[in-house]
T-cell receptor, first 112, second 111 residues
Framework: DVKVTQSSRYLVKRTGEKVFLECVQDMDHENMFWYRQDPGLGLRLIYFSYDVKMKEKGDIPEGYSVSREKKERFSLILESASTNQTSMYLC???????????FGSGTRLTVV | AQSVSQHNHHVILSEAASLELGCNYSYGGTVNLFWYVQYPGQHLQLLLKYFSGDPLVKGIKGFEAEFIKSKFSFNLRKPSVQWSDTAEYFCAVNANNDMRFGAGTRLTVKP
């Protein structure tokens, strides 16, 4: 069974902390994505990557950065966490346009 | 940029009732269409997808969706819902490698 694994299910961090969210996929997918999911807003794209060391901004990249040093791993970084970044973060991967995304279980981040 | 609209935020049905969840999108070109489901406490899962061909597509668990190009719609249907269908449903549209999700519809099925 193909998998996208997010390292933490729940995280609580303090304002100003640097936060790392890790995502690993075992499907050899080129394309990986980070979304945040908020009630009534659906999924909003933060960053995506189509290849190793490649990254592109999504719709809401402010306050975030990403790293993709290996094909299977795509990390989301909150440079200085703020309370408005409290959310559910979802990682997804796909092998191409014609295929659906495979999602991880999500990381619920609370910034206090 | 394209957008995806899901008209119903929260739908409450009794078991055995029929379901139709609306989804409209704004992009005028070629699109790939998806419905995802998120059961309570679980990750998003693909329910069904449309790329080309028969505009009526069947997915898992008895769900189906119909692509109506002239209406820019991709509505999700199920003839008879079950309590286990309680979940949040997301419509998604992919055009030119740009995937957009709707805001989601929460479905509550009363036993």
């Amino acid at each position: 069974d193909v998998k996208v694994t997010q390292s933490s299910r729940y995280l609580v961090k303090r304002t100003g902390e640097k936060v790392f969210l890790e995502c690993v996929q075992d499907m050899d997918h080129e394309n990986m994505f980070w979304y945040r999911q908020d009630p009534g807003l659906g999924l909003r794209l933060i960053y995506f990557s189509y290849d190793v060391k490649m990254k592109e901004k999504g719709d809401i990249p402010e306050g975030y950065s990403v790293s993709r040093e290996k094909k299977e791993r795509f990390s989301l970084i909150l440079e200085s966490a703020s309370t408005n970044q409290t959310s559910m973060y979802l990682c997804a991967s796909t092998s191409g346009d014609n295929y659906g995304y495979t999602f991880g279980s999500g990381t619920r981040l609370t910034v206090v | 940029a394209q957008s995806v609209s899901q008209h119903n935020h929260h739908v409450i049905l009794s078991e055995a009732a029929s379901l139709e969840l609306g989804c409209n999108y704004s992009y005028g070109g070629t699109v790939n269409l998806f419905w995802y489901v998120q059961y309570p406490g679980q990750h998003l899962q693909l329910l069904l997808k449309y790329f080309s061909g028969d505009p009526l597509v069947k997915g898992i668990k008895g769900f189906e969706a119909e692509f109506i190009k002239s209406k820019f719609s991709f509505n999700l249907r199920k003839p008879s819902v079950q309590w286990s269908d309680t979940a949040e449903y997301f419509c998604a549209v992919n055009a030119n490698n740009d995937m957009r999700f709707g805001a989601g519809t929460r479905l509550t099925v009363k036993p």
